[in-house]
């Protein structure tokens, strides 16, 4: 079991940024990849951002250039860097972690942390 605790959402005016923050219960070496996702009012859970055990990152194609995650391991967490946002940037953001234990496979939600971008 992995409990994902997240941090860092509020309200910021178009442009600016956030930091969002995502502590795993359990040594993020050990899980396969972490990522985060959002979903906007009416609209379906999407991924925003994921990066893998190895480092790989993978970006959605409307957060390319301005979000980045990045990981520390001593700490047990995944951040997401989100600047210039915009407006459709805002959403409930959600930490995900997906590992696997032989044909098992195990996915961990974090309870959410809203962002709202004013225009």
């Known amino acids: 079991q992995v409990q994902l605790v997240e941090s860092g959402g509020g309200l910021v005016q178009a442009g600016g940024s956030l930091r969002l923050s995502c502590a795993s219960s359990?040594?993020?070496?050990?899980?396969?990849?972490m990522g985060w996702y959002r979903q906007a009012p009416g609209a379906r859970r999407e991924l925003v951002a994921a990066i893998t055990s190895g480092d790989s990152t993978n970006y959605a194609d409307s957060v390319k250039g301005r979000f980045t995650i990045f990981r520390d391991n001593a700490k047990n967490t995944v951040y997401l860097q989100m600047n210039s946002l915009k407006p459709d940037d805002t959403a409930v953001y959600y930490c995900h972690a997906h590992s696997r234990n032989g044909m098992i496979e195990y996915n961990y939600w974090g309870q959410g942390t809203q962002v709202t971008v004013s225009s």
């Open positions: 359990r040594n993020i070496f050990s899980i396969d990849a």
